[in-house]
């Protein structure tokens, strides 16, 4: 797909050992993961950073191709094969018409997006470093894509889970990317859209 460093080569950008790649939206090899593992990420946060750096990790954006790409580095295998599962998990969920998050509008437009075939993902692991790539077909969706990864470099690195990104979803949706999609994403979003648990932060 694009940026950073393709899959083939991830080997020489900082991992090692066998690698293994998922298509996030079909599983991988054993089948898909049956649980999230966003508590185990919370927990481990501190070990995720960008490669070569002890910052987190965060998404090159390719606005062009309406692309990007995270390449994480991890301190154990473990690590790095529970961060492909989750994002294994979460297409998965998303693809066969689920709804994680569903008091959070961000995520819920991923998931009109991903229903409507508007990106695909693809996650591989090299050593303990995770690849993660992302295209969309159009504005709207790589708007949308930006946001999603601007909120979990912020929040989800930093092990705050407890927070709503619907403001930024929001912002996105009423943007021009959005125009053509706006009343069909709104109307997904209205029909699903649950009350916030208490507890949940609105992200600022």
Request: glycine share 10%; proline share 3%; net charge negative.
């Amino acid at each position: 797909m694009v940026t950073l460093c393709s899959l083939v080569t991830l080997a020489g950008c900082g991992g090692g050992g066998n690698g293994s790649n998922s298509n996030a939206t079909g599983g991988n090899g054993g089948g898909a993961p049956t649980e999230s593992y966003i508590d185990y990420l919370a927990s481990n946060h501190a070990a995720y950073t960008n490669t070569g750096t002890a910052e987190n990790p965060s998404a090159r954006f390719e606005d062009a191709s309406h692309s990007l790409s995270w390449l994480i580095a991890t301190q154990t295998a473990e690590q790095a094969e529970n961060l492909q599962k989750h994002i294994v998990f979460m297409g998965t969920t998303m693809a066969n018409g689920g709804n994680p998050r569903e008091w959070d509008k961000l995520f819920l437009a991923d998931a009109y997006m991903k229903i409507e075939h508007r990106y695909e993902t693809r996650v591989s692991v090299s050593g303990y470093n995770v690849l993660i790539e992302k295209v969309a077909t159009d504005a709207c969706a790589y708007q949308l894509l930006k946001a999603h990864a601007t909120g979990v470099s912020g929040k989800f690195f930093e092990g705050n889970i407890k927070v709503d990104f619907s403001p930024l979803a929001e912002t996105v949706i009423a943007s021009e990317a959005c125009a053509i999609d706006r009343s069909a994403i709104e109307t997904y979003i209205a029909a699903r859209l649950k009350p916030v648990p208490k507890g949940i932060q609105k992200n600022t």
